[in-house]
């Protein structure tokens, strides 16, 4: 392959990078790569060992910030084996998530191996390189002009056109006839943080003009927590653990305490290892974590027979689940009482233990001591809710019907809602549930409603055959719904009186829309079973929106995204034949690269296992069943307050295969992580 062909195939790589960088009159040249690289020496331990272990670097590292008069990249021998070692060692040896990367590591995250023989190959690789530097370097310097404001606005995050030299901000752009400039460059087009964290998005087509129903779950959705109920659960639960289950009484005294830098959602605990697993969507387990270690990569292929996943028949008697928000809670404990074990060699039966802790969790819900405690301290356990009165206000003015539906007690309903909406909450609502059992509330067709006193919160002793707005019911299920309420069907006028059946429920219709946080308790069987129209609470997202916001997580998703190009774009170069031994030490060296950068995104995250939506390189199996159960999610339902009733969500475009999202969306490229 001649050098033009291969200048030709760069185009790929280089499309929005730049050898040097013009910004507003500056040249911002990249001059030299590290002449040395010091090798890293870091402990091999993988364990998060405290909040603060886990928080966020503050401070990035330009790899060549010492600058000199050259802007050619050496490409010496002793140079290049230096890189490799240092490559080698470091993503071997480091674990990013516990530990920010120093500035060797910088230099060695955009120092990328050689080819002993074959120049062309070289070729991309160094062109590579210096689009990696220029790339981290522009980024910088990008968010250095953001603060001081001289280059870019920081009310808008758009240019900054007051300053001196602000003719020349139209390079590069449109202008349309009126002289406006029409920006045309991804950046200058980003959306403000605070708009994508309030914005309702969509995996399917809603027309919410034609949704005449909407019901509302109670915990996580109209009512949100502080940290405080999570360590509150943790506590009870342990203290459960040991009274009741006989557990050292060790360890009430040795400083058990929630993390909430530890778990997130969407997690699953092997009843076999007790571990905490990270599942992708194809059911493979990305990350594993024994207690506060995180499992090597050879023991995670051992166990789950060389390729990390498990059939089905195994994830169903060996995985349980760990979806809602509450779980938080449980899988802290569950990994700390394995660590507890391991730290004083105290044997134990993994299995034994899960059932123990997941027991001490559901008796310290269905004792109700929790919920007693939060109803009695409302302003320390529940969150404001400035938006919520307006946001139903709304929706019951433009004509919908609101249905409250939760599986929690009335009297801890009660106490929750008089706190974010006042004491008259109940007048907003046409039919009010406590107590619903779900999902047994949509799939079984035989549990009447008993009505709940609403001064005594005891259940009445008389039979139900009509739901009336301002009383509240227990227990029931959507065929007796249907029964007990006198609403036609759309496809009806109210003389007409067609016989029940289900086809002509108004409740079994996608006009009817159930908004939720716990997407198997909530939505998959109103979404599967029903038709209904379904809205995810995932406060995630506005969290990992503000952190995929920031510099050090944007230079490492496009270092990841130029790294795999690179590597396409080097196949082409090797051509079809069988690969030599220096072929594949190049390969596996930039593999073990796009690991490392990996493993800084996590690490930015601020916890272990990284994005709720991500199993290190591939859709988490929750990002997965939140696309295909839920139609709408949102962090939170004060979101709906920027929206009309009769608002129209369009979905983004829902590429799934591999043709469709190449040159968009390069993460989802099958890498093994043989860092660990």
């Known amino acids: 392959m001649n050098h033009s062909t291969v200048t030709s195939t760069l185009l790929s790589i280089l499309l929005l990078q730049q050898a040097v960088l013009e910004v507003d009159g500056f040249f911002f040249p990249i001059q030299q790569r590290c002449n040395t690289i010091k090798q890293s020496s870091f402990a091999s331990t993988t364990t998060l060992q405290s909040p603060t272990a886990a928080a966020v670097s503050t401070k990035l590292y330009v790899a060549n910030s010492d600058m000199s008069s ?185 400083g058990l305490r929630f993390d909430p830098f530890f778990s997130i959602r969407g997690l699953a605990v092997d009843r076999e290892n007790g571990w905490i697993c990270h599942l992708s969507y194809t059911h493979k387990v990305a990350v594993a974590w024994e207690g506060r270690h995180r499992v090597p990569r050879p023991r995670l292929m051992a166990e789950y027979s060389g390729k990390r996943a498990l059939t089905p028949k195994e994830r169903k008697t060996r995985l349980k689940p760990l979806n809602d928000l509450f779980s938080m809670a449980e899988c802290c404990l569950m990994a700390d009482t394995v660590q507890f074990f391991l730290d004083r060699d105290i044997p134990f039966c993994p299995r034994s233990a899960v059932n123990d802790v997941l027991g001490s969790i559901t008796g310290t819900h269905v004792s109700g001591e929790f919920h007693r405690q939060v109803a009695r301290e409302p302003e320390k356990f529940f969150e404001a809710k400035p938006y919520l009165k307006s946001v139903l206000d709304g929706m019951q003015q433009s004509g919908k019907r609101l249905i409250f539906v939760s599986n929690s007690p009335f009297w801890y309903v009660e106490a929750g809602m008089n706190y974010v909406v006042g004491p008259e909450w109940r007048d907003q609502w046409d039919v009010v549930i406590a107590s619903a059992g779900k999902p047994a509330f949509y799939t079984e067709d035989n549990r009447p409603f008993r009505e709940v006193d609403i001064n005594t919160g005891k259940v009445k002793f008389k039979q139900v055959t009509k739901l009336e707005k301002g009383r509240v019911y227990t227990a029931g299920c959507l065929k007796e719904l249907t029964k007990c309420i006198n609403w036609s069907h759309p496809l009806f006028s109210a003389k007409d009186d067609p016989p029940y059946d289900d086809i002509y429920s108004p409740l079994t219709s996608p006009n009817v829309m159930y908004i939720g946080d716990s997407l198997f308790a909530d939505l998959v ?30 230079i490492a998703e496009r270092a990841i995204e130029m790294l795999l190009n690179s590597l396409r774009v080097y196949q082409r170069i090797l051509g079809t034949s069988l690969r030599s031994k220096d072929d594949l030490a190049v390969m596996d060296s930039m593999e073990r690269m796009v690991s490392a950068w990996r493993d800084e995104q996590t690490r930015l995250l601020g916890n272990p296992f990284g994005s709720v939506f991500r199993a290190r390189y591939q859709p988490s199996l929750f990002a997965h069943s939140l696309r295909r159960y839920s139609d709408l999610y949102m962090s939170n339902v004060g979101s709906l307050r920027h929206y009309s009733p009769q608002h129209r969500f369009y979905p983004e475009s829902p590429k799934l295969l591999s043709h469709e999202i190449r040159g968009s969306n390069p993460e989802c490229c099958d890498i093994d992580d043989d860092i660990w």
Request: proline letters at 5%.
């Open 70 to 254: 050259t802007n050619e990249v050496q490409t010496d021998a002793i140079t290049n084996a230096n890189a490799q070692t240092t490559l080698q060692s470091a993503t071997t040896a480091t674990d990013y998530t516990t530990k920010p990367p120093t500035p060797s590591d910088y230099c060695t995250m955009t120092t990328l191996p050689r080819h002993p023989t074959n120049e062309a190959a070289n070729e991309i690789l160094i062109q590579t390189e210096v689009a990696l530097r220029n790339m981290q370097e522009k980024e910088l310097f990008m968010a250095c002009g953001d603060e001081r404001g001289d280059i870019w606005s920081s009310e808008s995050g758009r240019p900054n056109t007051t300053t001196t030299g602000s003719s020349n901000n139209n390079i590069g752009r449109g202008v349309d006839s009126d002289n406006v400039v029409l920006p045309l460059d991804e950046e200058e087009m980003e959306i403000p943080m605070e708009v994508e964290q309030e914005s309702v998005y969509a995996n399917s087509y809603v027309d919410l003009g034609k949704v005449d129903t909407v019901g509302f779950d109670y915990d996580y959705t109209l009512v949100t927590y502080t940290q405080q109920l999570l360590e509150l659960i943790y506590d009870m639960a342990l203290k459960r653990l040991v009274e009741e289950k006989e557990y050292p009484r060790e360890m009430l005294e040795s």
């Open 525 to 554: 069987d109103a979404k599967r079973e029903f038709g209904w129209t379904t809205a995810a609470v995932t406060p995630e997202v506005g969290v990992e929106i503000e952190l995929q916001r920031k510099t050090e997580f944007k």
